[in-house]
């Protein structure tokens, strides 16, 4: 950091600066954790640490409410919609007399506006892709803003029964568009980062505090309580924690897991694991070349050795001794209770698969191996690995495993988790270069194409199975592993890997290339009005992403939050929503 604030909150109690801060008693202190956030536009961010600052100062046509003592999605700045019978057309109303945070008038066409330059090819946003359920996509999208009538009219290539989901989600939260760069350096600045939500910025620190006071001109500010909120941007839980239990900060969802013990003793009811509909995986990029020294492996069979990296960890293990947070161990991507539209629990549901079923199961051959870990130990015997010792004897060292780089984030458990990922390669002999980033130098390195290997969690944006599949489409900024994408900044691939994203070795027999082995199928899922094809294609799709090795599901989220017992009416949702609309500090 440039700025140890993170350090100096451990302090605060001999500078005295932080408590002065919590004195105020109507202003809410926060910790999100993953530092300053990459992005404050909210076409341009997808982390999820992000778009809970983003919420603050910026709202949609739809968005999280407290509906009848439950919070659920409900309208924002619209007063509600209709969908046509074909389910091809929405009209948003939307309320009267809104304004902009600096008091001008909002106008339907700003959402117009704001739409289309989300969604064009020139912003490059990494969500953008999620407009093309609209038509005209990228171009010019099928919107018609009626200003006399404050109506919205949206035409959709195919019915999107998770659209009022999206209308909720910050890349469709309008901004000024005629005021916003494209590098989203606007929402970096008080004066210009002008918008809808409950709060207004009033000071930007890079990795210091993002602050926010009480927007007068948010729709419903009368019922807004808190005179503001500061965001404080720092990854080091130690220090985030001092200033938790110093009483400088209100909430934090940044926790080391070695701490709940002693925080459920010390502090009774205050730390919560929330649900929350996510995956946290290990991602492997395509382009790196896992063959043995002295060796060529093909793209598939390189498939094959990731998928045994992955299979090496005992999920059982890691979410009882190191997580600690209720979690549960993956067998898939999709998180449980995620749905196809069909079922509302695909893990549960009949036909998709399972993975690492054996993950804590002693193997017969040697009950100091797991199942799992036996049969990754065969597949990389399979593929030509050297290795000295035997499985009976519980010495197996594979000797000529190419090192792997990798990256991670200092945020809640990462660093536990990566520790116990690399320990357990390492008993096997297959070394793993640790390099510790802060959030938003990762995301630029992940988005580059420059990371080997890294950590890497995805919450619900919606519920949905599609929400799951597009982050590995061609198209997709967030598809990190660089599957159906160029090699971008990445210099160390072989003339065997120079190509893997790119060319033919991908789906069920290994020929294909990643558009037409999963983004066709994706296309289908997203377009198709016959549920029993979208079960179908869901199945499928995610066997070809599994098969590749290059996304290693660890498990199933929970969201651990340490709150005050004073802050009351805070939302917190499965998506990893945490809103700060409504809340009282008593």
């Known amino acids: 950091m440039k700025k140890l604030f993170a350090l100096a909150l451990a302090l605060c109690l001999v500078i005295g600066l932080v408590p002065v801060q919590a004195a105020q008693s109507n202003v809410a202190n926060v910790f999100f954790g993953g530092g300053t956030p990459k992005s404050g536009d909210p076409a341009l961010n997808s982390a999820s640490s992000g778009s809970n600052v983003i919420k603050l100062s910026h709202a949609g046509l739809y968005g999280f409410q407290w509906v009848d003592g439950k919070a659920a999605i409900a309208p924002e700045l619209a007063t509600g919609h209709t969908v046509s019978e074909d389910g091809l057309t929405y009209v948003f109303t939307l309320r009267e007399g809104l304004k902009w945070s600096d008091g001008s008038d909002f106008m339907v066409q700003d959402i117009v506006d704001s739409w289309n330059r989300a969604a064009s090819e020139a912003l ?39 659209f009022i989901d999206l209308a909720a989600f ?45 927007n007068e001109h948010y729709w419903n500010a009368e019922n807004v309580k808190l005179d503001g909120v500061n965001c404080y941007l720092a990854e080091d839980n130690a220090a985030i924690l001092a200033a938790y239990e110093s009483g400088a900060a209100h909430f934090t969802n940044s926790i080391d897991p070695v701490e709940f013990d002693r925080l459920n003793a010390t502090y009774p009811g205050e730390l919560t694991f929330e649900d929350m509909m996510g995956t946290w995986y ?16 093909s793209v598939q069979e390189q498939s094959k050795a990731r998928f045994a990296l992955g299979q090496m960890i005992n999920r059982e293990e890691l979410v009882k001794y190191v997580t ?73 060292k594979f000797t000529d495993f190419p090192a792997v780089e990798f990256a991670f984030n200092n945020s809640g458990a990462n660093a536990a988790i990566i520790q116990y990922v690399q320990e357990t390669w390492n008993r096997v002999g297959i070394q793993a270069v640790i390099n ?63 190509d893997a994203g790119m060319g033919a070795y991908w789906g069920p027999e290994g020929d294909k290339t990643w558009a037409d082995a999963y983004d066709a199928l994706v296309t289908e899922i997203k377009t198709t009005a016959d549920p029993a094809v979208r079960v179908k294609d869901s199945i499928l799709a995610e066997n070809i992403l599994m098969a590749t090795g290059s996304v290693a599901p660890m498990y199933f989220y929970t969201n651990p939050c340490l709150k005050k017992p004073n802050v009351e009416g805070l939302i917190i949702m499965p998506t990893g929503d945490v809103i700060w609309n409504y809340v009282t500090l008593k």
């Open 124 to 162: 490059g946003a990494d969500y953008g892709f999620l407009y093309n359920i609209i038509e005209g996509y990228p171009d010019k999208l099928n919107l018609v803003a009626d200003e006399a009538a404050r109506t919205l009219t949206v035409k959709l290539v195919a019915p999107a029964p998770y």
């Open 324 to 396: 600690k947070g209720g979690q549960a161990p993956a067998t898939g991507f999709y998180p449980k209770g995620l749905s196809d539209g069909t079922n509302p629990d695909v893990r549960s549901a009949e036909g998709y698969g399972a993975w690492y079923v054996d993950t804590n199961v002693p193997s017969e051959e040697n009950p100091a191996y797991t199942k799992d870990q036996v049969a990754a130990i065969k597949t990389l015997m399979e593929l030509g690995y050297a290795y000295e010792g035997t499985i009976e004897a519980g010495d197996i």
């Open 282 to 297: 290990v991602l492997f990029n395509v382009y790196k070349d896992m063959s043995p020294a002295g060796k060529s492996l």
């Open 170 to 214: 910050p890349p469709f939260y309008p901004v000024k568009a005629a005021a916003a760069d494209a590098e989203g350096v606007w929402a970096t600045n008080p004066e210009t980062n002008i918008g809808m939500g409950p709060f207004r910025m009033t000071a930007y620190q890079v990795d210091d505090v993002i602050s926010f006071v009480k």
């Open 436 to 498: 510790q980033e802060a959030w938003s130098t990762l995301q630029t390195k992940l988005k580059d194409g420059d990371a080997e290997a890294a950590r890497m969690g995805w919450v619900a944006d919606f519920n949905d199975t599609l929400n799951f599949l597009e982050i590995f489409i061609s198209a997709s900024g967030n598809n990190y592993p660089r599957l159906g994408r160029s090699i971008g900044s990445y210099t160390r691939a072989s003339e065997v890997s120079k």
